[in-house]
């Protein structure tokens, strides 16, 4: 690969040496890296738009975009999803185009009113570049931004780059209902469960072959891959750092509940938003905490312990704008768990609304329109509603799960 002058030789060698030095205790090399050290040439004389925030460091923690641009590639716009470049947005604000503040780039919001790349976005972009980190979760944002990044790069025909990034929760297990497609909205972006068992890389394949998007032809897309990552990791196999992906996202034991702890973002009990334990942290005024702890226990879950907690939801800057029961006590449960590979997160969020339902039947409430948007169907709180057994409900949709599993294993990388 040829550049033009000494420096960026200079800057290109440096990086590499402290990528390699960064990885020498690592198993998994994400795509980023293996970008730089080996398909850099695919950028070579290319006008770049990345796609990207926070998450998206290198070992030796520079920013993608500064090493790009330390390297000559010529990056020429910058597009974030929700919670911004940066990472320090509240959940459900939106966003608004400006520049970004670091490297002075043009700054796309696709988390605002706009939330598919434009045609006047990609003027004058040869490729588009996707490097953020996911939760392996249907309802986490980022992956409904990837999809309509892909559909816009094959309406305006640029070729997509998507940097491989491992499912922080594995790349095998699958659980929860599949989204029917009238419940479809940026947080179910597609028929997939719950938890999808894939990698980014992975996901926009699917999208491609089984979505299909809703374009008149296929995107060009490269995924480039990772190495060291097997379907089995889970972010604590890695040996990364783990960077938030998102502000209530602190670390990973709340990623392991956040599949099923946020089905409770539907209901009047609180998720735990105005708290430094969200998704970990739930409860309601109307809440007994020992009551409810004791219906739990009889239910015998696997991996996880509880212990009574009472919190009040405050306003905490970049993480909760006017969280449920702002200022008012509650009552509920701390989570943690004790067991990664016993503890199913779906599961357990779907016991407990249904062990919430059998407790209050009067004071407990669906938010109908946005419960069933994150189930990505009305039959999971209509189930709940009923007289079904428990083991019916959360066994109702393994038919469905059977179906896509065999789809899925067509586009699977590792």
Same mark, same amino acid.
């Given at each position: 690969?040829?550049?033009?002058?000494?420096?960026?030789?200079?800057?290109?060698?440096?990086?590499?040496?402290?990528?390699?030095?960064?990885?020498?205790?690592?198993?998994?090399?994400?795509?980023?890296?293996?970008?730089?050290?080996?398909?850099?040439?695919?950028?070579?004389?290319?006008?770049?738009?990345?796609?990207?925030?926070?998450?998206?460091?290198?070992?030796?923690?520079?920013?993608?975009?500064?090493?790009?641009?330390?390297?000559?590639?010529?990056?020429?716009?910058?597009?974030?999803?929700?919670?911004?470049?940066?990472?320090?947005?509240?959940?459900?604000?939106?966003?608004?185009?400006?520049?970004?503040?670091?490297?002075?780039?043009?700054?796309?919001?696709?988390?605002?009113?706009?939330?598919?790349?434009?045609?006047?976005?990609?003027?004058?972009?040869?490729?588009?570049?996707?490097?953020?980190?996911?939760?392996?979760?249907?309802?986490?944002?980022?992956?409904?931004?990837?999809?309509?990044?892909?559909?816009?790069?094959?309406?305006?025909?640029?070729?997509?780059? !998507?940097?491989?990034?491992?499912?922080?929760?594995?790349? %095998?297990? &699958?659980? /929860?209902?599949? +989204?029917?497609? =009238?419940? @479809?909205?940026?947080?179910?972006?597609?028929?997939?469960?719950?938890?999808?068992?894939?990698?980014?890389?992975?996901?926009?394949?699917?999208?491609?072959?089984?979505?299909?998007?809703?374009?008149?032809?296929?995107?060009?897309?490269?995924?480039?891959?990772?190495?060291?990552?097997?379907?089995?990791?889970?972010?604590?196999?890695?040996?990364?750092?783990?960077?938030?992906?998102?502000?209530?996202?602190?670390?990973?034991?709340?990623?392991?509940?956040?599949?099923?702890?946020?089905?409770?973002?539907?209901?009047?009990?609180?998720?735990?938003?105005?708290?430094?334990?969200?998704?970990?942290?739930?409860?309601?005024?109307?809440?007994?905490?020992?009551?409810?702890?004791?219906?739990?226990?009889?239910?015998?879950?696997?991996? !996880?312990?509880?212990?009574?907690?009472?919190?009040?939801? %405050?306003? &905490?800057? /970049?993480?909760? +704008?006017?969280? =449920?029961? @702002?200022?008012?006590?509650?009552?509920?449960?701390?989570?943690?768990?004790?067991?990664?590979?016993?503890?199913?997160?779906?599961?357990?969020?779907?016991?407990?609304?249904?062990?919430?339902?059998?407790?209050?039947?009067?004071?407990?409430?669906?938010?109908?329109?946005?419960?069933?948007?994150?189930?990505?169907?009305?039959?999971?709180?209509?189930?709940?509603?009923?007289?079904?057994?428990?083991?019916?409900?959360?066994?109702?949709?393994?038919?469905?799960?059977?179906?896509?599993?065999?789809?899925?294993?067509?586009?699977?990388?590792?």
């Amino acid at each position: 690969m040829k550049f033009n002058t000494i420096i960026i030789i200079l800057l290109l060698s440096i990086s590499n040496i402290s990528c390699q030095n960064a990885t020498e205790n690592q198993k998994v090399i994400l795509g980023n890296e293996v970008l730089l050290n080996e398909n850099l040439e695919l950028l070579n004389g290319k006008r770049i738009g990345l796609v990207t925030n926070h998450t998206s460091l290198l070992p030796n923690n520079v920013h993608l975009v500064d090493t790009l641009l330390a390297l000559g590639i010529n990056v020429t716009k910058l597009f974030s999803p929700e919670h911004g470049i940066r990472g320090n947005i509240s959940a459900g604000q939106l966003i608004s185009s400006t520049s970004d503040e670091k490297t002075g780039l043009p700054l796309f919001s696709l988390y605002g009113n706009t939330k598919k790349p434009s045609p006047a976005m990609l003027k004058d972009i040869d490729i588009l570049m996707y490097d953020i980190q996911d939760l392996g979760v249907r309802f986490y944002t980022y992956i409904s931004t990837l999809y309509y990044v892909l559909q816009a790069a094959s309406e305006n025909n640029i070729p997509i780059i !998507v940097l491989d990034r491992p499912n922080p929760l594995n790349g %095998v297990d &699958i659980a /929860g209902p599949l +989204l029917e497609i =009238k419940f @479809k909205s940026f947080i179910g972006i597609s028929s997939i469960p719950v938890v999808y068992g894939m990698t980014v890389g992975e996901l926009a394949n699917y999208f491609i072959k089984y979505d299909r998007l809703d374009v008149d032809k296929k995107p060009g897309l490269t995924v480039i891959g990772m190495k060291g990552w097997k379907r089995n990791y889970n972010w604590h196999d890695l040996n990364l750092k783990w960077i938030p992906p998102s502000p209530n996202i602190p670390d990973f034991e709340t990623a392991q509940a956040y599949p099923g702890t946020c089905f409770i973002e539907g209901t009047n009990v609180s998720e735990g938003r105005g708290t430094h334990h969200p998704f970990l942290t739930i409860g309601a005024p109307y809440i007994n905490a020992d009551d409810l702890i004791k219906e739990l226990n009889a239910i015998n879950i696997s991996g !996880v312990s509880l212990k009574s907690i009472s919190f009040t939801p %405050v306003e &905490i800057e /970049g993480k909760a +704008l006017n969280p =449920k029961y @702002k200022g008012i006590n509650c009552n509920g449960i701390k989570i943690s768990i004790t067991d990664e590979a016993k503890f199913k997160p779906v599961k357990f969020g779907i016991i407990l609304i249904y062990s919430l339902l059998q407790l209050y039947p009067q004071q407990f409430k669906f938010n109908e329109q946005h419960f069933d948007k994150l189930a990505g169907t009305d039959k999971l709180r209509l189930d709940l509603l009923s007289d079904k057994a428990l083991s019916i409900i959360v066994d109702g949709w393994q038919q469905d799960l059977e179906i896509f599993n065999s789809k899925r294993k067509n586009i699977l990388i590792y």
